[in-house]
Each structure stands twice: as C-alpha cells, then as structure tokens.
C-alpha cells in the first residue's frame, strides 16, 4: 500500500515537471529524430510517467533528452556503437571535466598505418574512393589500439569510443553514411582528427542500457512509457532491405568499437555481417506476407501489442508502407490511440492530425508522423 502510494506521488511529480529542450549530440545519422526532439517532449509532458523505454535508441540522442528531463531512461537499440553512444551518456556519473585527460592522452599519440588505414585511409595520388584521408586514419589506428591496451572501465571505454568516432564524423568524405563514398574530397576531409570530450552530463537516476532484439527487451521489462521509431526500410522493392539501412549504412562504427579487423566486401569495404542476406530486420522487410499484409507492419503490430507500457509512443514517417488505416486499426489493438500529431519538417510545425483513408501529406511532403496510445 505504501510502495504503491510512493509510485503515485512519484508519477504525479514527473508529469507535473515542466520539460524542457536539452542540447544533445550524435552522429550524422539517417532518420535522426533531432528536428522533432521538442515535439516528442510535447507529447510526454503531463503524462504521469517516470520510466521510459526509447526502443530504438540509434544515435541515442532522443534517450538523452529523456535523461535529461530525469526520467529514468532505458536505451535499446541492436548496434553495437548505438550501446556504446548509450553508456557514455546515459550510464557516465562523473564531472565531464574529468575525462580531458585521457582525450590529451588519445589525441597526443603518433599515428601509424594499421587495419583502419589499410582499408579505409585514401591520399590524394590514389583514384580508388575512401571515407577517410590518410593521416586521420593512421591517428585512428593508434587511438583505437591505444584505447584497448588502457584497459579502461566500461563507462570511460564508452566515453573514448564515442569522442573517436564522432571526431571521426566530422573528417569523413561521404554524405552521411558509409555505404559509399565521395569521388572528390569534402572539404572537412582536410582537418586533422581531433577528439573532444563528449558533451556528456551527470546521471543521478539510474538508467539501463540493452543491446536486445526489441522482442526480448519488451518481454523482460515493463515501462510507463515505450518510445518507438523502428527502421521502417526502403521503398524500392528492388532493394534488398539491409542495403539502405542501418548495418549497412554505419558498418564502420560497429569496425571501430570492437576493433575486430573482420573480414570486407565490395568497393565500400564493408563487413561481411553486413551483408544483405543476413543484416535486415523484419522491420525493414518491403515485402508482403501471404495476407497481403506488409510483414514490416505486421511486425509493429505485434511489437505495440506485446509491449507492457501504459503508454506506447510511435514514430512514423510519411515515406512508410501502410495506409493510415491500417496503421490506426494497429494503434488500437489492445489500445487507445489519444493523440495523433503531423510534423512538417520543412515549417517545423507540429498539428493535430485528422483521420481519413488517406495520408494528409497528399503533396509529397516530407512529415514525420507521432501517434500516442494508452494500453488497457
């Protein structure tokens, strides 16, 4: 009775809290929900919520604003360097001060041809495509090493990797992902890598970071509140899924944590388990199922009723493959949907959506869509 009254007072005083919009840092990242952060905290604020999933964390940056409005945040995501982004700001309960010495460390380190630069370091004289210039490479390769023979605790590993590798994304020669590469070099191609400390902040609630299937994770735990903004996949059907998404697209991030030196393909140079065949999610499957039912929304179905949450926050982009029928008929299962917003992203205005059989973005816009439920 007393835990229970606890609860109540707690969830009464997070939604009464007034949310605000914190700064928040991340990779050059496809489908990065940093333009409609603020309308994401709209929706949450006033619900009596305290314990968030964000489902599909990425580039980590929507966890962050939830951990820095003091929810206590669950970060989840399959990619390795997604958990990695997830420990070094949602786990990290030290002064952000005190890593400058370990970035002096790294950043005071001679360079030297290693894996990275065998594979992914390019000159001027040579015409083969790279993502990286040559000297930023060879920093890269004895950084990385030098951070495995430090034998750092988990936390301040975390902290290493993500100041590499977003020092490394402001170097590189593509144009946002490294499922190819520029023929000329960027002009930002040119600066000298240099790490900084993250923009990190002291955790005082106890966040939890996973590196699950989103299936495994919704069965082990339940939450107030389940953020969702699954990899919807591509619209070309003759795109094997994988080879427009996330595996694909950030391999050389996942290279980069566990310093594995795997095993490459093709003229991007990019690891055998991102591979068509065997890197796509169901939630990026383009394809029907023998119902006429595409399986990617089959799958969020599935995924908005198994989750126990009071309530379930869904992202969706106008690009994706339903009917707003069928998706609001998949809202309500096992629920209600209570609110429906559009977000235009070139006015960056949020409205409250009306229901018809079709997508309000008739004119080819580019409008993120929020749909809140409750579960019953």
Excluded: C
Excluded at 53 to 76: C, E, I, M, W, Y
Excluded at 80 to 100: C, G, H, I, M, R
Excluded at 200 to 221: A, C, H, P, R
Excluded at 282 to 311: C, P, S, W
């Amino acid at each position: 009775m007393y835990e229970s009254a606890m609860k109540n007072e707690a969830l009464q005083t997070a939604s009464a809290k007034k949310l605000r919009v914190p700064q928040t840092e991340g990779i050059k990242y496809a489908g990065s929900k940093l333009k409609i952060i603020p309308q994401i905290l709209d929706i949450v604020e006033g619900l009596p919520v305290k314990n968030i999933l964000d489902g599909f964390s990425g580039s980590t940056r929507v966890s962050q604003a939830f951990a820095k409005n003091g929810f206590v945040t669950t970060s989840n995501d399959v990619s390795v360097w997604s958990e990695t982004f997830a420990k070094a700001y949602l786990l990290n309960k030290k002064d952000p001060k005190s890593y400058q010495s370990l970035i002096d460390h790294l950043n005071s380190l001679q360079g030297y041809e290693g894996w990275f630069s065998a594979h992914y370091g390019g000159t001027e004289n040579k015409g083969q495509k790279h993502p990286f210039q040559l000297k930023n490479t060879q920093k890269l390769d004895a950084i990385r090493d030098e951070i495995d023979k430090l034998n750092l605790a988990e936390v301040d590993k975390a902290v290493a990797l993500t100041s590499l590798i977003l020092a490394l994304d402001s170097v590189d020669n593509t144009l946002g992902h490294y499922a190819a590469y520029l023929s000329e070099w960027s002009p930002r191609s040119y600066k000298d890598l240099a790490l900084k400390v993250p923009k990190l902040f002291i955790n005082e609630q106890e966040n939890s970071v996973m590196k699950s299937d989103i299936f495994e994770t919704i069965g082990k735990e339940k939450f107030d509140l389940a953020y969702f903004d699954p990899p919807y996949g591509s619209n070309n059907e003759k795109m094997p899924p994988s080879r427009v998404r996330y595996n694909s697209y950030y391999h050389i991030w996942t290279s980069v944590i566990q310093n594995d030196k795997p095993l490459l393909f093709g003229k991007a140079a990019r690891r055998e388990d991102s591979r068509d065949e065997v890197a796509a999610s169901v939630f990026e499957e383009f394809r029907k199922d023998e119902n006429g039912h595409f399986i990617a929304m089959q799958a969020v179905r599935k995924l908005v009723k198994e989750t126990k949450a009071n309530y379930v926050l869904l992202s969706y982009s106008s690009g994706g493959r339903t009917t707003k029928e069928e998706l609001y008929d998949i809202l309500n299962t096992g629920g209600k949907l209570i609110k429906a917003k559009e977000i235009d992203y070139k006015k960056n205005v949020m409205a409250n959506m009306r229901w018809t059989h079709e997508w309000v973005n008739s004119e080819g816009r580019h409008v993120e869509y929020l749909f809140l439920m409750q579960k019953q």
